[in-house]
């Protein structure tokens, strides 16, 4: 039976065989390249997301950990996600042989290293409607990339070979299978979809369709499409129809910034120089530092932790994360990681020595390296400045209870990358969990929480951030909205604490939170800080 588009098993290509895009993928797997600093496997996910799927195996072979770790259940983005670890590379149909058991109906094939915008739907009655076991989407393509196949006039293959002309139909990487097609292929053996797969389809003959979409489609087999697909979410929201080459746009595009100005986003914690020339569309990630002097864009991405000192030009470009660009240094066309320089008409790559031309970003010169610093050193005067009271309490409940401290457990950051730690809090109650006296004025006056310094010490905590959760009340986050505030880390401080009163609903907390990550800037946190001693006073006395 035809499940409905909801129901439709979904198996993500995520095994990272081809190691395409190298030398990006030296050290990470092709699904993992970052596009507008998301994963690529981020774009299909949210694609059929929105389209009403909720349950994907996602097949893993090369770095396939860091997938995993990232992504995690799927919960971030409402869905569930199912890992198949292959041991050796089965190649594209090889792996789905590994999880035949699994796919016991018409069943979604998508690659996760690829962007391509289709109609599930219209796909699924055009599948039905032809009697095919297997509907490939084609998109139309000139010149010599992809997997060529050719079809006849029905919209049916009838081979992997152009018969003539230099333009075709490429096969996409996406396909619609009926779970028949499992026999013929063998067990524990590389077998590709493309090459292997339809090839024995059609010889036996069974019946092949091709599904042609006239939607967004780049499947990122070289680096100068993988700066186009940077380009053209770029131009998503700056223009509007065809992108600057008339091709089509992505449907969806996702921005983890806010837009300061048309075709202009900067995300949390950058800072621009007065004097930078910024050219639109520009993308800037967090935390980064464009210096005095700087000509930026247009179609230019920069990752996050990112410094452009002064006088540089990037025009055109790509630079990911933790990458110094030193003064006057002149971009255009390329990819450059750290110290590491991709020409992207080429896919030539080429070292540089000289740390003070191209480099890795030491902590300190980002903003939130300098943050840490800041928060640390005044965590640690106000530790020095309470000891005459911190000194005299911590003997008394000692003296009392026979103990100074406990663990409160907390947790922070998206299921794909959770931190759990202990807060540092004065032992309030005993065993059974109860209030000793002390224990109740500590609570009352709020003394209990002056340990939380040594979490900021440790670089647990931010002075000011988010509200810290607990495992029980961090189950709860389950919206989309809701998993913005954990973007940041949680602080000693913050709008849960000067806004929200004390005992507010989780998602009155929630909602101040999500706002402050949203805001927040270094004038924002002295703001919050400066106003905390007020709220304290406030809420103890009133």
Known sequence: MMPSVGELPVFLQASGESRKLYPLTENLPSAMVPVLNQPVMTYPLELLARQGIKKYLVGLYAFGGSIEAYFGSGRRWGVELEYVLQREPWGSAGVLKLAASRLRSPFLVVPADAIID???EKLLDEHISSGACATVVVSRVNGDDGNRLAVDDQGFVTGLELLSGPAGWVDTGVYLLDPQVLDFIPARTKFDIHQDLLTALVQNGWKVRAHFEEGYCNLLGTLKEYQQAQEAFLAHFYQSGRGRDNSALPRYALYKARQAMKGVWIGNGSSIHPEAQIIPPVYIGQNSRIGKGVELGPYTVVGSNVVIDQGATVRCSTILDHTYVGQYVRLQDRVVQQNQVIDVRTSSSIQIADDFLLSRVPAAFTERGLKRIFDAGLALL???????????????LWLTSGRVFYGVPVVWGHNAEQTAFNLYQFATRDDHGCLTKMGRLLEKLEWHRLPELINVLRGDL???GVKPLSPTEAEKIVEAWQEKRNDCRPGITGLWYTQAAGKSELEEILIADVYYVV???????????SQTPQVWWRRVWH
Do not use: C, G, H, Y
């Not at 009271?389 to 911590?394: G, H, I, K, M, Y």
């Not at 805001?519 to 800080?529: A, C, V």
């Open 519 to 529: 805001m927040r800037s270094w004038q924002e946190d002295l703001k919050i800080l």
């Open 462 to 464: 931010n002075l000011v």
């Open 382 to 396: 106000l530790l020095l400045v309470t000891l005459p009271l911190t000194l005299p309490l911590a003997l008394l």
């Open 118 to 120: 289709f109609d599930l």
